[in-house]
C-alpha cells in the first residue's frame, strides 16, 4: 500500500529488503505505549520528526545516527537520530508534513540525497519532556545511499552508521542511569554511548522486529550529571 502525501512524502512498504519487513509489520501494529511510557500531552508541545534510517553497510543491515555538537543547549553532545522541529515549509503535520520534516531535517544535519531514501511507514508520536518536543518517528529505507557527514559544525559532530548486529549483541547492552534517578536502555556502539530517547525507540524496535537478544539489564551505566 502506497500513500502520498505531496512531494517527498510518499509512503510505501513496496520493494523493501526482506530483512526489513518485521519493522514494516511492527510499524502498522505498535501502540504509542508500548514505544515509550512519555506520550504527547493533550495540548501543546512544539511538533518535531526524526528520520529512522535503515541501510545496507559491509556488515549488513545498519542505522544511521549522529552526534549532536557538545556546545548545543540542549542535548549537547548525546547521539540521536537526524531530525528536528516542523518548518511551516513542511506543510500540515496531518497531511505529510512531519514525514517531510524528517528528511528536511536529515538532509540539512548530514548531507544526505533525500531522493534515494524510501519512507516505508511512521510510528506513533512521543514526547520529550525536557525539552516539550512531541517527535514523530519516521521510518526509512536508504535505497539509494549517499556520502554523508557533518553539514554545519556548530550542530553536529559527526555522522556515522551502526551495525544492526552491534546494537543487538548482548555485549553492546546496557542499562542507563541517570542523576535524576530514571534509567532506561542504552547502546555502547559507533564509539558513543546511545541512550535517552534514541536508545528507546531502537530498543522497542529491535523488540517487536523480533531482533531482540537476551541481554544483561543488571548492567548499568551511570550518565554524567550534565547529561
Request: avoid cysteine; charged fraction near 20%; hydrophobic fraction near 40%.
Amino acid at each position: 500500500m502506497t500513500s502520498t502525501y505531496g512531494r517527498g512524502a510518499a509512503i510505501t512498504a513496496e520493494g523493501l529488503p526482506e530483512w526489513l519487513d518485521p519493522v514494516a509489520r511492527a510499524s502498522e501494529t505498535i501502540e504509542p505505549h508500548q514505544l515509550s511510557r512519555f506520550l504527547p500531552p493533550d495540548t501543546g508541545g512544539r511538533q518535531s520528526a526524526v528520520l529512522i534510517l535503515f541501510g545496507d553497510g559491509p556488515k549488513g543491515p545498519e542505522l544511521l545516527l549522529l552526534e549532536r555538537a557538545g556546545t548545543l543547549r540542549s542535548h549537547a553532545g548525546q547521539p540521536s537520530f537526524p531530525g528536528g522541529a516542523l518548518d511551516p515549509e513542511d506543510g500540515d503535520p496531518a497531511a505529510g508534513g512531519l514525514v517531510r520534516a524528517a528528511l528536511r531535517e536529515a538532509e540539512e544535519e548530514t548531507g544526505l540525497d533525500a531522493s534515494g531514501v524510501q519512507i516505508f511507514g511512521v510510528l506513533p508520536q512521543l514526547y520529550i519532556p525536557v525539552s516539550g518536543f512531541v517527535v514523530t518517528p519516521v521510518l526509512g529505507w536508504w535505497r539509494e545511499p549517499t556520502p554523508v557527514g557533518p553539514v554545519d559544525a556548530a550542530e553536529t559532530a559527526r555522522v556515522f552508521t551502526v551495525p544492526v548486529s552491534d546494537l543487538t549483541d548482548p555485549e553492546n547492552r546496557a542499562t542507563a542511569l541517570h542523576p535524576s534517578g530514571h534509567s532506561g536502555p542504552a547502546f555502547q556502539v559507533g564509539g558513543a554511548l546511545v541512550w535517552g530517547f534514541t536508545a528507546g525507540v531502537i530498543d522497542r524496535i529491535l523488540h517487536y522486529s523480533g531482533w531482540e537478544l537476551p541481554w544483561d539489564r543488571d548492567r548499568k551505566v551511570p550518565l554524567d550529571w550534565r547529561a
